[in-house]
């Protein structure tokens, strides 16, 4: 550390701080939400690198670090909430890729994509709403490889490395051959694309955007009156 950046660090150490109170706490939730909603709504409009800056926001509400308390646990909140799933939960017994929080759209002469379903679910995919711990670390997305990624691994690579609040200069092996070298599987096949064409996208982006609608639902279901101010 150099001479300039020590006395910075020197500054900020000896600064005095205030807790943030309640209210102002409340007040960063209604925030986080409202970006919650935002950049959802940018994603469903075609505009899916709002996945990066949505997975940060999910980040600062449920990522905890030694030294950085998520905004949910500075509230008290977090342990206490049910989280909804919609996830299409992997089976042991089945040896096939798991597509975990996203569908494939089909479209004859532009090939196959994933997407975020939102509320478009299957019977298959609506079940009790989990408690955190279950919901953020168990695995739900399962490639050919016999890879597996739970949510919080897709929303951290996002945010951490990603490009959500910093590009990392490597990226891990299997999450490159998920995005980038179609380690689903899956292919696409019509009279006008032809034979076997692989995925125009990666799933990890509309996976994030599911994963947001469901902290979304989430929060507006177990907190209610305290998102509207009332």
Not at 119 to 129: E, F, I, Q, V
Not at 173 to 178: F, P, Q, R, V
Not at 220 to 230: F, H, I, T, Y
């Amino acid at each position: 550390m150099g001479r300039a950046s020590r006395r910075k660090h020197e500054q900020r150490t000896t600064k005095a701080h205030l807790p943030r109170g309640n209210a102002d706490l409340d007040d960063r939730l209604r925030e986080q939400c409202q970006l919650l909603a935002i950049l959802g709504g940018i994603f469903d409009k075609g505009d899916v690198v709002a996945a990066l800056p949505l997975a940060t926001t999910i980040r600062v509400l449920l990522h905890d670090t030694s030294a950085s308390p998520s905004l949910l646990s500075q509230l008290g909140i977090k342990s206490g909430l049910r989280y909804r799933d919609t996830a299409q939960h992997i089976n042991p017994q089945n040896l096939l890729p798991n597509p975990g929080l996203v569908i494939i759209k089909m479209q004859m002469g532009s090939g196959s994509s994933w997407v975020a379903p939102l509320d478009n679910l299957s019977p298959g995919r609506t079940h009790p709403d989990s408690l955190f711990e279950t919901w953020w670390t168990t695995p739900i997305t399962k490639d050919a490889n016999g890879n597996a990624w739970a949510r919080r691994e897709f929303v951290l690579y996002l945010a951490n490395k990603g490009g959500g609040a910093h590009v990392d200069p490597v990226i891990p092996e299997d999450l490159w051959a998920l995005e980038k070298d179609n380690s689903m599987g899956w292919q696409h096949s019509d009279p006008i694309v032809g034979e076997g064409v692989q995925m125009i996208n990666g799933p990890i982006l509309p996976s994030v955007r599911q994963i947001g609608h469901e902290l979304q639902l989430s929060l507006e279901a177990g907190l209610g009156d305290r998102l509207s101010g009332g």
